[in-house]
């Protein structure tokens, strides 16, 4: 499906306004209410534009002191991101195209790599709203994507205006059974 963009103000509709596509949408996971926020606005935007979405977890490496024999234990490994991805991604089948990735490195660093490999159209991305002392230690991740992505990018905010409309309970959010 094609959405045609609207004249702008004082505009004559004409027929060469471009088509606005999405054929794949980019969907950064974290299992956290953020995650539930953003898929509340990628859900609707795959089902409009018949998109599928690709829900991405990055493990990180652990930041921690290596012990005393030189070894760091992995706090979580790829094949325990994959058995949490599975349910959310079980959740959506049927309602939209779906699919799941687990890459390992640095989240902004990969998602942005990610975007490019997929050919996304668009990242959906949520923002945890850190600000202070909390976002000088843990870094945004969000803005250094926004400063790197080479496609649109939705930032969603936990506790800021939603535009979505109708009953965005249709389908069911990551954190509930």
């Given at each position: 499906?094609?959405?045609?963009?609207?004249?702008?103000?004082?505009?004559?509709?004409?027929?060469?306004?471009?088509?606005?596509?999405?054929?794949?949408?980019?969907?950064?996971?974290?299992?956290?209410?953020?995650?539930?926020?953003?898929?509340?606005y990628?859900?609707?935007?795959?089902?409009?534009f018949?998109?599928?979405?690709?829900?991405?977890?990055?493990?990180?490496?652990?930041?921690l002191?290596?012990?005393?024999?030189?070894?760091?234990?992995?706090?979580e490994?790829?094949?325990?991101?994959?058995?949490?991805?599975?349910?959310?991604?079980?959740?959506?089948?049927?309602?939209?195209?779906?699919?799941?990735?687990?890459?390992?490195?640095?989240?902004?660093i990969?998602?942005?790599?990610?975007?490019?490999?997929?050919?996304?159209d668009?990242?959906?991305?949520?923002?945890?709203?850190?600000?202070?002392?909390?976002?000088?230690?843990?870094?945004?991740?969000?803005e250094?994507?926004?400063?790197?992505?080479?496609?649109?990018?939705?930032i969603?905010?936990?506790?800021?205006?939603?535009?979505?409309?109708?009953?965005?309970?249709?389908?069911?959010?990551?954190?509930?059974?």
């Amino acid at each position: 499906m094609q959405a045609q963009l609207q004249p702008l103000f004082g505009e004559e509709p004409t027929s060469a306004l471009p088509s606005f596509k999405l054929k794949q949408i980019l969907v950064p996971v974290d299992f956290s209410e953020c995650t539930e926020k953003a898929l509340l606005y990628a859900v609707p935007f795959a089902r409009q534009f018949d998109a599928t979405l690709t829900l991405l977890h990055v493990v990180e490496p652990p930041y921690l002191p290596a012990s005393e024999m030189g070894v760091v234990v992995e706090v979580e490994s790829k094949n325990d991101a994959r058995k949490e991805l599975e349910p959310l991604r079980a959740r959506l089948a049927g309602k939209v195209r779906c699919q799941t990735m687990v890459r390992k490195g640095s989240a902004q660093i990969e998602i942005i790599d990610a975007a490019k490999e997929l050919g996304s159209d668009l990242i959906i991305l949520g923002s945890h709203g850190r600000t202070g002392v909390e976002r000088l230690l843990m870094g945004s991740t969000v803005e250094k994507v926004v400063r790197r992505a080479s496609c649109p990018i939705l930032i969603v905010r936990p506790h800021e205006h939603d535009f979505i409309s109708g009953n965005p309970t249709d389908w069911q959010p990551a954190c509930q059974s």
